[in-house]
């Protein structure tokens, strides 16, 4: 038996997705949770094999799913973590595969899908939806026109407002590295301010 924690803030989300595996024999979910913090909770009281992790929680700049996957991951025997969101850009797809999450999934895929990627997860298998398989595969055949995912980080915070000093401190790096990730990235996108680099980065999906 296949032991699922559902993590999603939405009460709806949850509840669909705990139908659904009802149906089947093989699969069952031990516990729902709303928040990131609910979700580290269950994976190390439940015991499961599975967390089924949506990425955004509550507010934008909350802890996030990447966030709690990796604190799930670095629990004892931890069980393997399939993303199951919304978001395809550059910035989700690498932060959830980086905090160590086995599979990433977008909630368009169909039940079946769904349901296979679990098993697939469960098995100690990658489960990549198509398009996510496809958009790794483009990062790693054309890495010139790739940002890495330090940049990504610091272009992700530009466009949430943050200061140079701001990022500098929430990454725990100086403000002349923060200035340096900046130059390669007005480089790469070939623009020269911080608003064109994030509508830039933004037009070719690699923040949301």
Not at 89 to 100: K, N, P, Q, R, T
Not at 123 to 142: Q, Y
């Amino acid at each position: 038996m296949i032991r699922l924690v559902v993590a999603d803030d939405h009460p709806i989300v949850r509840a669909g997705l705990t139908a659904l595996f009802a149906l089947e024999d093989d699969i069952e979910v031990v516990a729902e949770a709303a928040t990131p913090d609910d979700a580290v909770r269950a994976a190390a009281t439940e015991n499961p094999d599975i967390v089924l992790m949506d990425l955004q929680f509550g507010p934008r700049g909350g802890v996030t799913g990447a966030d709690a996957t990796r604190r799930i991951r670095q629990l004892d025997a931890p069980p393997y973590v399939l993303v199951l969101t919304n978001y395809d850009s550059d910035a989700d797809i690498l932060g959830a595969v980086e905090a160590g999450a086995s599979g990433y999934l977008l909630k368009d895929a169909p039940p079946h899908e769904l349901i296979a990627a679990v098993r697939a997860a469960a098995a100690g298998e990658s489960a990549l939806a198509p398009v996510i398989a496809t958009r790794l595969l483009d990062r790693m055949r054309s890495p010139r026109v790739s940002l890495s995912s330090r940049e990504i980080e610091v272009l992700d915070l530009v466009a949430a407002g943050r200061s140079n000093t701001e990022i500098a401190a929430a990454l725990f790096v100086s403000e002349t590295t923060v200035k340096s990730h900046l130059a390669h990235i007005f480089s790469k996108l070939d623009v020269s301010s911080r608003t064109a680099a994030v509508s830039e980065a933004r037009a070719r999906g690699i923040l949301r």
